[in-house]
């Protein structure tokens, strides 16, 4: 996936001079004498690719045994071995969250092959895992052929390993790589050309940056060209002018409104998160997020995946919004989903089918401003069909749902028929109030489908959809409403630069309970935490009335660094072993090439330290690795240092991310801290680290 906050790339999806376009042959057969299409319209693969809703990202490579999100590409291939591969398991797991398809990473950008490819030594066959016979692609995909599920490739464009990246010969072998895996692995349903491309790598030895233009040196219509014929009913991913665009973050948010037409323009993350209204292109979103902070599994973030009350909210600002919901769900060193992603997934897809379990509309009257004709009467929203309003009746036609005895519900799902485009700009929905209507939301497109939840429920006999402002008549295939079944939304945790931890819940009538040391929260809240020195902050918010309590949310904290200050530093972009924001991305620290990497930090004020802590970069540089050892000094002053209050192994930084705490012997007082990094591991040639710090008593 893409690296947040990377670097500006290419992101033109300009094929050849031009967008591709796709044919737009509907399906079902449209009624032959209903309303004309307006616009752009989806294709039948299109189509069958928005009734998923919801499936599922697998991130697994050498990554996830190097505890990297990006690997360098110079990985050897035997570091890749599951001890306890199932792909029945994954796939089970993914299927019982409610996943309609999973997408692998076949190929991610650290160019090593989850299949035995013949056109690469840097694959399975030359690892460890099942004696070099292994092919993770077979057996995912023969999973989800047993288990109803479809099957999908990720095949990254950049390759960090290879050697003739950049150069003509490697994109040959790019599309050979492609057309193996069209071929050899049975129905694939998407294929998903990643955004990323260039920069430093590997490159069989070479060790340089390289750079290209995306939008050219791929040679796209020939990529695109052998999907087509050889899995023609998949569709394709790239940020934009294949049939899938990228929605512009990988936050989990599609736009508000979120049109799933494009134009001609150049692409940014901000129209993709948008959609251009009236666009002559159909292209969809398709929003990508990963059940964890991370895209590959990371081991100490299993206590940060995401709960099911959080997973919903993503469901209703993705798929509420008319963009498809792309989870990833990372595999971990066994080659299983975790235990506690799979419990996540299971219950989320429990409160999805909760939430959606009774719809309030069966029973209603259903009557409308007009009707196109037969076959479009309101009625027919309750019966699989469509309303469709006559062709003169746009800005103020409207659809009314009339309910014998009042309803409460928070919740509405509307949909168009999309076979005859995108037909309404803005809408408001209201309810029957004496002799008047009332208000209760006001709304920009629909498409695909869009679910507004309302602030709090509402009661009513009649419900009412106007159209304020519409390119052509309303076409509505739904109208539905629903009641949220009761939800403690997780507390949000967050950190000043003083020190000051605040908890706060999301609604009201909510307690909270907290810890500042990793154990149960069990303290009451009652206003902001004093917390400079660091520690691991656990919260929970219960509402008394039911006693429903939401997910735990943990957040470790290193000690706070507002007032420390670089004094000297050898590396360049020393500043960053001065922040903290309680992840472990980031930039690095690198050395000169071939040299030490030492430090000097002026801490601001005399700390009384227990131990010092350490962390290597995750975007570190080619040729970069975590130091070897360290030695670290505290003294008075950015000079006079004596004797290393600690000489330590750094091992444990090879193949692990998370921060590194090691004591010192006896508590050490000063004000300077200096540190010195020899050399790094394995005789790579780059010092290179995220953070260092100290801990205190308090933490």
């Known amino acids: 996936m893409r690296r947040p906050l990377f670097p500006k790339l290419s992101r033109r999806a300009l094929i050849g001079g031009g967008m591709v376009c796709f044919g737009a042959t509907p399906f079902p057969a449209l009624a032959a004498r209903g309303p004309a299409p307006y616009g752009a319209t989806p294709s039948s693969r299109q189509q069958a690719w928005q009734a998923m809703e919801f499936y599922g990202f697998l991130h697994f490579t050498v990554d996830t045994f190097t505890d990297r999100d990006w690997g360098l590409g110079d990985e050897n291939p035997a570091i890749f071995n599951p001890t306890d591969f199932d792909a029945d398991q994954i796939v089970t797991a993914c299927k019982t969250g409610g996943m309609k398809q999973l997408i692998l990473t076949a190929k991610h950008h650290d160019g090593f092959c989850l299949w035995p490819s013949v056109h690469t030594a840097h694959s399975?066959?030359?690892?460890?895992?099942?004696?070099?016979k292994g092919d993770i692609v077979r057996d995912i995909s023969r999973a989800c052929a047993r288990h109803g599920l479809k099957f999908g490739v990720?095949?990254?464009?950049?390759?960090?390993?290879?050697?003739?990246?950049g150069r003509p010969a490697y994109v040959e072998y790019y599309l050979k790589q492609l057309r193996e895996l069209l071929t050899s692995y049975g129905a694939v349903h998407e294929v998903w050309f990643d955004g990323a491309n260039g920069g430093d790598g590997y490159y069989g030895g070479a060790c340089e940056t390289r750079q290209i233009d995306g939008a050219t040196y791929y040679r796209w219509p020939e990529a695109y060209g052998l999907v087509r014929r050889l899995q023609p009913q998949a569709v394709m991913f790239r940020d934009y002018g294949t049939e899938v665009r990228w929605v512009g973050n990988e936050a989990g948010v599609a736009g508000d409104p979120c049109w799933?037409?494009?134009?001609?323009?150049?692409f940014t993350p901000a129209l993709g998160n948008s959609g251009v209204r009236g666009g002559a292109l159909w292209n969809p979103a398709e929003v990508d997020v990963s059940i964890r902070r991370s895209w590959f599994w990371h081991a100490d973030e299993n206590e940060g995946v995401r709960s099911p009350a959080n997973l919903l909210k993503l469901y209703l600002t993705s798929v509420g919004r008319g963009a498809n919901l792309l989870l990833n769900a990372p595999p971990d060193r066994r080659g299983r989903i975790h235990e506690a992603d799979a419990q996540a997934l299971k219950d989320f897809h429990a409160l999805l089918a909760k939430?959606?379990?009774?719809?309030?509309?069966?029973?209603?009257?259903?009557?409308?401003?007009?009707?196109?004709?037969?076959?479009?009467?309101?009625?027919?929203?309750?019966?699989?069909?469509?309303?469709?309003?006559?062709?003169?009746?746009?800005?103020?036609?409207?659809?009314?749902?009339d309910f014998a005895q009042a309803e409460t519900f928070d919740l509405i799902r509307l949909r168009e028929d999309t076979r005859y485009g995108v037909r309404i700009d803005d809408y408001v929905v209201e309810i029957a109030d004496g002799e008047d209507w009332r208000e209760i939301a006001r709304r920009t497109c629909i498409g695909a489908q869009r679910v507004i939840r309302l602030a709090a429920p509402v009661t009513a006999r009649a419900v009412r959809l106007r159209v304020t402002k519409a390119a052509a008549s309303p076409v509505l295939s739904e109208f539905s409403l629903y009641r949220l079944p009761e939800i403690v939304e997780d507390p949000v945790i967050r950190r000043d630069d003083k020190g000051l931890v605040t908890v706060a819940a999301v609604g009201p009538g909510l307690e909270l309970h907290y810890s500042v040391d990793g154990s149960p929260?069990?303290?009451?809240?009652?206003?902001?935490?004093?917390?400079?020195?660091?520690?691991?902050?656990?919260?929970?918010?219960?509402?008394?009335?039911?006693?429903?309590?939401?997910?735990?949310?943990?957040?470790?904290?290193?000690?706070?660094?507002?007032?420390?200050?670089?004094?000297?530093?050898?590396g360049d972009n020393g500043e960053a072993l001065l922040s903290w924001d309680g992840s472990p991305d980031g930039d690095a620290c690198n050395a000169p090439r071939g040299r030490p990497l030492e430090a000097v930090i002026d801490l601001g004020r005399r700390y009384d330290a227990?131990?010092?802590?350490?962390?290597?970069?995750?975007?570190?540089?080619?040729?970069?690795?975590?130091?070897?050892s360290c030695q670290v000094w505290l003294g008075d002053d950015a000079e006079t240092w004596g004797t290393p209050v600690l000489e330590a192994d750094l091992s444990p930084l090879r193949h692990q991310r998370s921060r590194v705490r090691i004591p010192f012997a006896a508590p050490v007082s000063g004000r300077y801290l200096r540190v010195h990094l020899p050399r790094a591991l394995d005789g790579n040639p780059v010092v290179s680290i995220a953070r260092v710090g100290i801990t205190t008593a308090q933490a």
């Open 154 to 165: 990720y095949l990254s464009p950049w390759d960090r390993n290879h050697a003739d990246y």
């Open 260 to 266: 799933p037409t494009m134009s001609g323009l150049p």
């Open 355 to 401: 939430t959606f379990a009774c719809n309030l509309n069966t029973t209603a009257r259903v009557r409308a401003s007009s009707t196109f004709g037969p076959g479009f009467e309101p009625s027919k929203i309750l019966k699989g069909g469509a309303w469709a309003a006559r062709e003169s009746d746009r800005a103020g036609a409207w659809l009314r749902l």
């Open 610 to 628: 227990t131990g010092f802590t350490i962390q290597r970069g995750q975007w570190m540089t080619y040729g970069g690795a975590a130091p070897e």
């Open 124 to 132: 399975l066959k030359n690892s460890p895992f099942q004696g070099g």
């Open 521 to 570: 929260p069990s303290m009451p809240y009652a206003g902001p935490i004093a917390l400079s020195g660091g520690g691991k902050v656990r919260a929970v918010a219960r509402r008394p009335s039911s006693g429903l309590a939401s997910a735990v949310i943990t957040e470790d904290f290193d000690i706070v660094k507002s007032g420390w200050r670089l004094v000297s530093c050898t």
